[in-house]
């Protein structure tokens, strides 16, 4: 048979180092990072060894070179542990994409390398005014000789504010729209470059976001990726792989309220018998596993088509928006079954709850998500 959902004994490994990663180092400092704000560098400095900060990064770029599909493996796993943390540890994989999609072979021999020792980057599009609709950005890059002068501001920036170098995407012609996109690799200690504090968010406080301000930084000509106005067609192919593995992490939230979900309504007693015992409970809990099943196999699904090379754009929008709306539904759902306990920050769905919120906001909105499974319907 040509379908086969079981892993391959390498994936189960893989599968199986992240899930006790997540469950020794991560979910046990999951709270105090929670509290704290601070960002998990011993965690992080552990991923590292590991190699999961450089996962997509092929082996002779110093990476672990995983496909795609191993990737979700792993995001699931992590976000299991914290989905703060795992957004953290993956942040360098976005960075990388711009570079192993457009980059040449110096590009991606140097700055592979330079995450492979340790270094973070961080994936500058979204600005004050250009979220969803990555066109509408208003950063330039004006060519002068053998170098760019780069000017913008970029928000909302995962990784911002201990990114070594960061993936910029800014207008060589703004007169052609989206035709005059670029993309460029910007070294932090660069002049003009400058970060912000870090927000103040609903959830996910282990993982810092940021706003990079670009103030006439010379870029060499050499930093471009690929050729002036592949810009926009580059984030496009990012979001393809991107958003496989963000949907991953969702999965992860959602596991995890599962879990919290099932053992508590094993313990708690009500009307005599236990809380999943009730049938409105019960059948709450089988809805919250069917629904993280159901995304599970949209994800897996929008993973294996980059991988085998097929077309993901409609696969990776289902994947996105439904894991995404999934885990906001199971994680509110798990807060539900604990009942007051649920809304108390001593509970960890309280968290989760949070948490979850922001996988309907980035990498493209749930909303977007849907406009791209109309235009790509409609276009065939």
């Given at each position: 048979?040509?379908v086969n959902?079981?892993l391959?004994?390498?994936?189960k490994?893989?599968?199986l ?19 704290t704000h601070?960002?998990p ?7 590292q060894?590991?190699g999961l900060?450089c ?6 770029y110093?990476g672990?070179g995983l496909s ?15 989905s ?11 960075a990388a ?6 980059g040449?072979?110096e ?6 390398g330079?995450?492979a020792?340790?270094?973070m ?7 004050p005014?250009?979220?969803s609709?990555?066109a509408?950005?208003k950063t330039t890059?004006?060519?002068?000789g ?8 970029k ?13 910029v995407?800014?207008y060589?012609?703004?007169s ?6 670029s993309?460029f690799?910007?070294d932090?200690?660069w002049?003009?470059?400058?970060v ?8 996910q ?5 940021a706003?990079v301000?670009?103030e ?5 000509a050499?930093?471009?990726l690929?050729?002036?106005?592949m ?5 496009m192919?990012?979001?393809?792989r ?8 969702a ?5 995890r309220a599962?879990?919290?979900?099932i053992?508590?309504a ?8 236990p ?9 709450m809990?089988?809805d ?8 599970r196999l ?5 993973a ?9 754009t ?26 007051g ?7 960890p ?12 906001i ?10 791209i499974v109309v ?6």
């Amino acid at each position: 048979m040509s379908v086969n959902f079981s892993l391959t004994d390498e994936q189960k490994e893989i599968q199986l180092l992240a899930r006790d990663f997540a469950k020794n180092e991560i979910a046990p400092v999951a709270e105090h990072y929670d509290k704290t704000h601070e960002y998990p560098w011993p965690v992080i400095k552990k991923a590292q060894e590991m190699g999961l900060t450089c996962m997509n990064v092929p082996e002779k770029y110093g990476g672990l070179g995983l496909s795609l599909f191993e990737e979700v493996l792993v995001g699931e796993e992590l976000a299991w542990g914290c989905s703060g943390i795992s957004t953290a540890i993956a942040v360098n994989g976005l960075a990388a994409l711009p570079i192993l999609i457009a980059g040449n072979e110096e590009q991606k021999m140097e700055y592979g390398g330079r995450l492979a020792e340790g270094q973070m980057a961080a994936y500058c599009a979204t600005e004050p005014e250009a979220g969803s609709d990555v066109a509408g950005i208003k950063t330039t890059a004006k060519k002068v000789g053998d170098h760019y002068i780069l000017n913008g501001n970029k928000m909302f920036i995962t990784g911002g504010t201990v990114a070594d170098f960061y993936t910029v995407f800014a207008y060589t012609d703004p007169s052609v729209r989206y035709k005059g996109m670029s993309c460029f690799i910007v070294d932090r200690n660069w002049d003009g470059v400058s970060v912000g504090k870090p927000f103040d968010k609903m959830g996910q406080h282990a993982s810092d976001t940021a706003e990079v301000i670009f103030e006439d930084v010379k870029v060499p000509a050499t930093h471009l990726l690929g050729q002036e106005g592949m810009g926009f067609l580059i984030a496009m192919k990012v979001f393809d792989r991107s958003r496989p593995g963000t949907a991953a992490g969702a999965l992860g939230l959602s596991r995890r309220a599962l879990d919290e979900s099932i053992q508590y309504a094993k313990e708690r007693m009500t009307f005599g018998k236990p809380l999943w015992q009730h049938q409105t409970i019960g059948h709450m809990i089988a809805d919250m596993a069917m629904d993280l099943e159901a995304a599970r196999l949209l994800v897996w699904k929008s993973a294996w088509a980059v991988d085998a090379g097929v077309q993901n754009t409609t696969a990776a929008a289902f994947a996105k928006a439904f894991a995404a709306d999934t885990a906001v539904k199971i994680a509110t759902n798990a807060v539900q079954v604990f009942g007051g306990y649920g809304y108390m920050a001593e509970y960890p769905v309280e968290k989760l709850m949070r948490d979850s919120k922001i996988y309907q906001i980035y990498e493209g909105t749930s909303q977007i998500q849907r406009e791209i499974v109309v235009r790509e319907l409609f276009r065939k």
